[in-house]
């Protein structure tokens, strides 16, 4: 059995990572601010991994929020995640250079110009500036894992994955990804009896995945980590997205005692106007993978927040 570490495991992506690996009785160590280890802190990375000694570190340990969020907070953004990712390298190049590090890498790093983002191209332009503190780190994440693969042999993965949603999720808009941003101010709005802002036009289209469906991949990965196809960047990918306006009609349905007006606050920004991903390498890796469904993903994070009302 690999020993794993799992940066992150309280945060949203991690918890569901955490769920599906204690389901499936895979051991594993959380590491996280909450459990006092500051990741920015390259003394104390270094500590935890010198008694951790891990095979596997799964790194979704970030500073981010919605694109009004990473824009407000882009400074404080940039700076945690560099200090995040030059810390975890130093301190696994001196302690467990063996060791394979996962690195899931949101697709904001794609240019801002692509509409199907192909991993050939992910580096041909500039990001869109709307993503600029936390997509410029992603960039940079996998330019310090070449570099310390270069000079210290240490061995990282880099999953492109789009926008996420699904439970465990933050109940501030502000800091929620966009669609579970969507579904909480819903479940707010029908308890409340209130009117719901949505921020942007609506017209922009994006891929979704369901944290759950990334978990189940990672659980696919651990036990063989050599396959074929994740010596490179790879999409972990469905080709197929909706637009805000399409997602709240979605939504929408599973309110049907809903009385309140939805109201488009057009001030704020939409961000880039499509981000689909190619699944083309995705299939050759996973060809029997089943996603979750829209429909059904949505009704599940519909029923976590219903759970932890109010908030």
């Known amino acids: 059995m690999k020993k794993i570490v799992l940066l992150g495991d309280t945060g949203f992506v991690g918890q ?4 599906v690996f204690r389901g499936n009785n895979i051991p594993f160590t959380g590491v996280s601010l909450t459990h006092g280890v500051d990741l920015r802190d390259s003394m104390a990375v270094t500590a935890m991994l010198k008694k951790e000694i891990p095979d596997i570190i799964i790194n979704c340990a970030a500073h ?22 030059i810390s975890l390298y130093e301190a696994v190049a001196k302690e467990c250079p063996k060791a394979l590090i996962i690195n899931p890498i949101a697709n904001c790093a794609y240019p801002a110009k692509a509409e199907i983002y192909s991993e050939d191209h992910w580096w041909d332009g ?41 439970t465990f999720e933050s ?3 502000n800091k929620a990804h ?36 990334f978990a189940r991949i990672l659980f696919l990965i651990i036990q063989n980590p050599t396959m074929s196809g994740l010596h490179e960047p790879i999409n972990i990918a469905q080709n197929f997205g909706l637009s805000v306006k399409e997602l709240v009609e979605i939504i929408h349905k599973n309110f049907p005692d809903f009385k309140g007006a939805i109201r488009w606050n057009t001030s704020m920004a939409d961000g880039a106007l499509k981000k689909v991903m190619d699944d083309k390498k995705f299939r050759k890796v996973f060809p029997d993978f089943q996603f979750t469904e829209m429909k059904e993903g949505i009704k599940n994070t519909i029923h976590y927040y219903e759970s932890i009302y109010p908030f």
């Open 16 to 19: 569901n990572i955490a769920e």
């Open 64 to 85: 981010v929020g919605s694109l009004n969020y990473v824009t407000e907070q882009a400074a404080t953004v940039i700076s945690d995640n560099t200090r995040m990712i």
């Open 126 to 166: 500039p990001l869109h500036s709307s993503v600029l503190s936390f997509g410029s780190t992603r960039r940079l994440l996998w330019s310090v894992g070449e570099s310390y693969s270069m000079q210290h042999g240490v061995k990282s993965m880099y999953l492109m994955v789009p926008n996420m949603y699904g």
């Open 171 to 173: 109940t501030d808009p």
């Open 178 to 213: 966009a669609l579970n941003a969507l579904i909480s101010k819903f479940v707010k709005a029908k308890h409340e009896d209130t009117d719901i802002e949505i921020w942007g036009t609506g017209i922009a289209i994006r891929e979704w995945l369901y944290a759950r469906d």
